[in-house]
């Protein structure tokens, strides 16, 4: 075994990687050789660290050392002072940006408190199909604290005094549904997980059910308890068959050792799981259908109320959250209400998981506290634009949320504040957009989906939305008018006044807020006919320069559809009707001749 | 607090807890308009999906427009029905609507008829803002009901009929989104499906997605061919229904005029189904007491109940969900087809014509009638007893097609031999009726005593189950009454369990019966309508001079001249059936 | 397995385990064991993951190296799957991403087997509850 006694990292991300980390490393060969180290000094790149806007990053292992903006001239003095010396180099080290303060070490930064592991705590640590790697993290303490220490209304003030909010997009706040469901009386009451996720591109429950599926069983026999419910169910799309899988073997593990069951930990307290399966529509993470559809009804909401606190699956007293509002319980009832309410803002609190998607160079799994910028997100945990883009939106809410533009980057994460900002917290998706999406585009995807998705039971979603996409159609084809605008407008206000369930209340956001956002770019797509990220295909223009064309007949030749005319050496001409705009002319072309527009 | 106070329209009203501010609001005048929503009091049918959003209205503090039917008012609410917000939104919904519906109004049969239609009118909908791509489908026709299924517009009302009120379970909505519709399951067509063809669907559709098979054409046509003789006979709940086509109030009887339009029409004889009904109940009454007899006897391989066989969406009701219990209900036709069986020998052999020459044609209050016309038993040699039925909403069309003035008809009487009734057929056309009838004969035939009283108030009402026991002499006979097939059901499940009471039970398909049925004038969710058709049925009842059926002079004459006594082999052969399992 | 019936019998087996792991992880025990916890999200099982952890048994175990192989969650590094942590007797977690079997290879002969770092590491980006 080698023994370094000390190891250089360096930043091997895209940023830092454009900046000067491969000088730098070169520096640090060169030196550690000249000194003689190479025996004891390991140097090596690792991947992003982060904190884009600061590098060049090295970090110096195993004091910690974080050093930042680094340039090649400094790898001397560093190699002299800090490895030789063993005295860090002052002036490369992070300071503080508002108390001046210099910190050294990497644990201390705040760049490093930006994500707080809540939901997410135990995955990537244990192995998930092993309830004992649960339990010697805390795992289901909660529960026997719960069932031998506190009575149900002392539990469920537990869960209002720490302020915990649902992460299914609601937002409503937990301890309030537990104590409502609560104080119905009944002689059957039911606990619910709400594990459909249904968003594109969200991947949050899945991975908390992929990774730590006690956490949530632990968390619903929790809210058995307090409402009074012993029986639970968690309606899990079809399309997660891992997550099927792992939550079936921690449900039986959790069974063996009379975790569920009867007299769990002793207590006069029994309570079991039964996992329903979803049948791939949307519309069935909305709580009514979802009722319906373990009923075996059709997965259409109904109106509310009554809600299901009161009257839910088979008209019985039903407690339904979201599979992440669930896996925080444990550790609220483990560290108190207190510690909890800490984090957040003032009417948000807690953290909140969200999947980063899109253009973005860390795409992933974060979890920061409420009150984190839009920017730290997108840049610092993010890493930033990727290619080096320009930023151009960010969606948050998916299906039923909106655009934010730069202008809002600053905005503290949090419900009301992206409620008052246009678009929602939703279920924590979250994509990024750079200036190469066309926010018209991305309007139709949004609503494309919605409409697929709608359950078809109430006329302003049913047939309004297919209207709106027909007229956002139009427009991405270039033959909308500024009429057409203007009906997208006053059409969304009444599909968003009028829908019974939330589905079609929220299913013109992305048309509202890319129009309030973005008019320019709808406006260039009806007055002009042009689409200025050049994304929508039908605007997109492919013509041959006359002068530069020579007549090579290389595009004639590859046109999938006999667009393009012309003799041998004479130029050659597009038919603009004939044109698919599939762009193989263009790639083709080896003289330029061929412009887009 | 019971009561709550609010305001609508700034005008206070208070109400009951738990009331809707749609019926709140009738109570101080204002209608909201609605489409899906339909109530019939006193059936206990409510539709209330809560989605066409027609009736949306504003309420302070609420964020989005609330669907009046099914919000429940709360103390202090304030309430707007027509500011220009809630006006815009019921316009813009309707033009939605609209946008994907055929424009054939000109043309649909529903045209005058239609809720659509006239929803669209009271809005004021002058200009399609919003047009754009239709949804279609295959159009479905059966031998009672066709599906323009491109005209539906999702309000669930057929749906909530099949399955919650008559528990056949045909109709569901299938598919998700702009594609959604309302149809049988893997858009089946109805003759493939366990469809009764009661036509319940049909009589509460807004639009003309559901409507019955139109036959004025091929009975115009047979009233011009020389070479036949057409005979037509009447339901009963025709005319207790038939003057509501020509505007008159609900339940005014008709039944003079009835017969004087027919004639001017061109049959070449009038007769009245009530006479077969009296013959239904010879048969039928027969049958009852002789499983009766048996069982006081103490005859245990006997029968009981005995169950009604004359509505014919009941009888394909149990055919397909109860085969089972195929030697339960009476092996007696219907009124309609034992008339069909004797016009076309007893009155064929006295007029001297042949069979295929004499047509038969009915007036029904009911689509499935047309449907039991076309049954194989139902015929000699490929020649139905009845030729065509047609619904009393296609007798008014063809009466205006003749360009009679049905107000101004003189009142006429039925021919003979097959027109004279009594009162106890008249009252077939309402629940309790039938049983009533059967009653007042079996009693006098069983005890050899006069009734102590004709009317058996026991035996009325609306409610969709009833049970009453009847005194025969010292012997109770206990009868029970369904309408509506889900009412059926229920008492069928408990014959099933064996732990039925009845000794007789009368099922009608129909909630009301043969009044409120799928062929009838539409009531447009008014179930007032119903209740006074049946008070005009029972008025009938007490006018007539013969109210009991073994007394009609013309019934015993055609025993006496044909059939010999009830029961006997030939009255067996054209008076009786058998039932097939439909599973 | 026979069934916890206390709070005090959880807190026993709760303490069990973590002193097994702590034994594992104190390098002044004989017993070192290396641990590999290879992430079996579904975005590391798409990206190769189930690969990656069959080398990893399979490889160590040819090796005679001491280790416990095992799978778990998602990290939340979803662009640079598949990820693996590595933990040695006695040294803080390194989590490495983008390992494919050449990678794999690279990390058990460079790292597990001498100690020395390899190109790759995914810094860790943020705080545990319990810090």
């Known amino acids: 075994m080698t023994d370094y006694r000390m190891h250089i990292l360096i930043c091997g991300g895209t940023g830092c990687k454009a900046s000067e980390s491969n000088e730098i490393k070169e520096k640090f060969n060169h030196f550690i050789s000249e000194f003689d180290l190479e025996d004891e000094v390991q140097v090596l790149f690792t991947g992003c660290f982060g904190f884009c806007e600061k590098g060049p990053i090295i970090k110096v292992l195993p004091d910690n050392t974080f050093y930042v903006s680094v340039a090649a001239k400094d790898i001397e003095e560093i190699v002299k002072e800090h490895i030789l010396k063993g005295r860090p180099v002052k002036r490369l080290l992070y300071k503080e940006p508002v108390s001046g303060e210099v910190i050294s070490e990497s644990q201390d930064m705040d760049f490093y408190k930006k994500q707080i592991r809540i939901a997410l705590r135990n995955c990537g640590f244990i192995n998930p199909e092993n309830i004992e790697e649960y339990i010697s993290r805390d795992g289901y303490m909660a529960l026997g604290k719960c069932l031998s220490e506190y009575t149900p209304e002392e539990t469920t003030n537990i869960i209002k005094d720490s302020g915990l909010r649902g992460r299914g997009g609601g937002g409503f706040p937990t301890g309030l549904k537990w104590e409502i469901t609560r104080k119905v009386e009944s002689d059957q009451k039911y606990v619910v997980c709400n594990a459909d996720e249904g968003d594109p591109g969200a991947f949050m429950d899945r991975s908390i059910l992929e990774g730590d599926p006690h956490s949530v069983i632990e968390a619903m026999a929790i809210c058995g308890y307090c409402i009074g419910a012993d029986t639970g169910l968690v309606y899990i799309r079809a399309e997660y068959p891992l997550a099927i899988e792992r939550l079936k073997t921690a449900i039986k593990q959790a069974e063996e050792y009379g975790l569920l069951g009867d007299k769990i930990l002793g207590a006069d307290f029994n309570f079991k799981i039964e996992l329903r399966y979803g049948a791939g529509a949307f519309v069935c993470g909305e709580e009514t259908a979802l009722i319906h559809s373990m009923e075996g009804l059709r997965g259409e909401p109904t109106v509310k109320p009554p809600f299901p606190s009161v009257s839910g699956y088979m008209e019985k007293p039903t407690n339904v959250n979201n599979v992440e509002t669930f896996a925080n319980i444990p550790v609220i009832i483990n560290k108190g209400a207190a510690w909890f309410s800490k984090i957040g803002t003032d009417k948000s609190k807690g953290t909140k998981v969200f999947a980063l998607a899109g253009k973005i160079n860390n795409v992933g799994l974060i979890e920061v506290p409420m009150g984190t910028t839009l920017r730290e997100v997108i840049y610092d945990i993010g890493g930033g634009i990727k290619d080096g883009k320009e930023f151009k939106a960010v969606q948050t809410g998916g299906p039923s949320g909106g655009c934010l533009t730069k202008d809002f980057l600053d905005t503290p994460i949090d419900y009301e504040n992206l409620l008052s900002a246009g678009s929602m917290m939703g279920s924590g998706g979250m994509i990024v957009m750079d200036e190469d999406d066309c926010m018209v585009s991305i309007a139709k995807f949004y609503l494309e989906f919605t409409l697929e998705e709608s359950c078809g039971k109430c006329n302003p979603c049913r047939i309004g939305n297919k209207r709106l996409f027909e007229i956002l159609d139009k427009v991405t084809e270039g033959k909308g008018t500024l009429e057409d605008i203007d009906k997208l407008k006053v059409l969304s206000d009444v599909i968003k006044d009028t829908s019974l369930c939330g589905l079609g209340q929220s299913s013109p956001n992305p048309v509202l807020s890319t129009i309030a956002n973005f008019e320019d770019e709808y406006l260039s797509h009806v007055e002009e006919g042009k689409c200025p990220a050049g994304q929508c295909k039908s605007l997109v223009r492919y013509d041959i320069l006359e002068d530069v064309c020579n007549g090579c007949t290389l595009c004639f030749r590859n046109c999938p559809v006999g667009a393009i005319t012309g003799e041998r050496r004479t130029p050659h001409f597009i038919d603009q009707s004939l044109c698919i705009k599939c762009g193989v002319c263009y790639d083709k072309c080896k003289f330029n001749a061929i412009t887009v527009n | 607090m019971d009561t709550v106070k609010l305001n609508i329209d700034n005008k206070s009203v208070v109400v009951k807890k738990g009331t809707t501010i749609l019926q709140a609001a009738k109570e101080i005048g204002v209608d909201i308009p609605t489409l899906c929503y339909m109530k019939l009091d006193d059936l206990n049918i409510e539709n209330k999906p809560g989605g066409c959003r027609i009736c949306v209205v504003e309420v302070e503090g609420r964020r989005n427009l609330a669907p009046a039917c099914c919000t429940d008012v709360n103390e202090g609410m304030e309430v707007k029905t027509h500011s220009i917000r809630a006006i815009n939104a019921r316009r813009t919904v309707m033009e939605l609507i609209l946008s994907d519906h055929p424009a054939d109004c000109l043309i649909c049969a529903k045209s005058g008829n239609c809720d659509l239609q006239d929803m669209a009118h009271n809005l004021g909908i002058r200009k399609l803002n919003y047009q754009g791509e239709q949804s279609h489908y295959r159009e479905d026709t059966s031998p009672a009901i066709i599906r323009e299924v491109d005209k539906c517009i999702m309000c669930r009302r057929c749906e909530m009929m099949c399955n919650e009120v008559q528990t056949v379970g045909v109709l569901s909505a299938i598919n998700r989104g702009f594609e959604s519709v309302v149809a049988p399951a893997f858009e089946m067509n109805l003759d493939h499906s366990v469809c009764t063809y009661c036509g319940q669907c049909v009589a509460v559709c807004p639009t003309g997605a559901l409507t019955e098979v139109d036959e004025t054409a091929k009975v115009v046509r047979v009233l011009s061919d020389p070479t036949k003789t057409v005979i037509v006979q009447t339901a009963p709940a025709v005319r207790a229904a038939l003057g509501e086509e020509f505007d008159m109030e609900a339940g005014t009887l008709v039944t003079g005029k009835l017969v004087s339009a027919l004639r001017r029409l061109g049959f070449n004889y009038v007769f009245d189904t009530d006479f077969a009904a009296d013959l239904t109940i010879m048969e039928e009454g027969t049958e009852l007491l002789n499983r009766i007899g048996k069982h006081l006897e103490g005859d245990k391989d006997v029968k009981l109940p005995i169950l009604t066989s004359c509505c014919p969406a009941w009888v394909k009701f149990f055919e397909h969900q109860f085969p089972d219990l195929m030697d339960i209900p009476s092996t007696a036709r219907s009124p309609q087809q034992m008339f069909g069986s004797i016009a076309k020998t007893y009155f064929a052999q006295k007029l001297g014509i042949k069979r295929e020459d004499l047509v038969v044609v009915s007036i029904m209050p009911c689509v499935a009638k047309k449907y039991e016309c076309g049954r194989d038993e139902f015929k000699v040699d490929s020649n139905p007893d009845v030729d065509h039925a047609i619904t009393t909403r296609e007798l008014a069309a063809l009466i205006k097609l003749s360009n009679i003035d049905f107000h101004t008809l003189p009142n006429e009487e039925f021919d003979n031999p097959l027109g004279e009734s009594t009162g106890a057929a008249v009252i077939f056309g309402t629940t309790g009726g039938v049983i009533e009838a059967a009653v007042r004969t079996a009693y006098e035939v069983h005890t050899k005593k006069d009734l102590p009283k004709i009317d058996f108030d026991e035996l009325r009402g609306m409610e969709g189950i009833r049970k009453a026991t009847i005194d025969f002499d010292g012997i109770p006979i206990n009868i029970g009454i369904a309408h509506g097939l889900g009412n059926a059901r229920k008492l069928l499940e408990e014959i099933q369990a064996g732990e039925s009471e009845f000794h007789a039970i009368e099922i009608m398909s129909c909630p009301g019966g043969c009044i409120g049925g799928g062929g009838q004038p539409y009531h447009h969710g008014n179930a007032d309508i119903i209740k006074k058709r049946q008070k005009a049925i029972y008025q009938e009842d007490s006018k007539k001079a013969i109210r009991k059926s073994h007394e009609n002079p013309h019934i015993l004459k055609l025993y006496e001249e044909f059939l010999g006594e009830p029961m006997s082999e030939k009255a067996h052969h054209l008076l009786h059936t058998k039932y097939f399992d439909r599973t | ?131």
Do not use: H, W
């Not at chain 3, 990206?47 to 280790?67: P, R, W």
């Open chain 3, 1 to 131: 397995m026979s069934k916890i019936k206390s709070l005090s019998d959880l807190k026993k087996i709760k303490e069990e385990v973590q002193s097994k792991m702590k034994l594992r992880e104190n390098s002044d025990n004989p017993e070192q064991f290396v641990q590999v916890k290879v992430g079996m999200a579904t975005c590391g099982i798409a990206s190769g993951a189930k690969d990656t952890m069959k080398f990893f048994i399979e490889e160590l175990e040819l090796q005679a190296v001491d280790a416990v192989v095992t799978q778990t969650g998602c990290m939340g590094y979803c662009y640079a799957e598949p990820t693996v942590e590595v933990i040695l007797p006695g040294k803080e977690p390194v989590v490495f991403g983008y390992v494919n079997k050449n990678k794999a290879e690279e990390i058990i002969d460079t790292y597990i087997k001498k100690g020395k770092l390899v190109d790759g590491i995914i810094p860790i980006s943020f705080k545990t509850i319990d810090e």
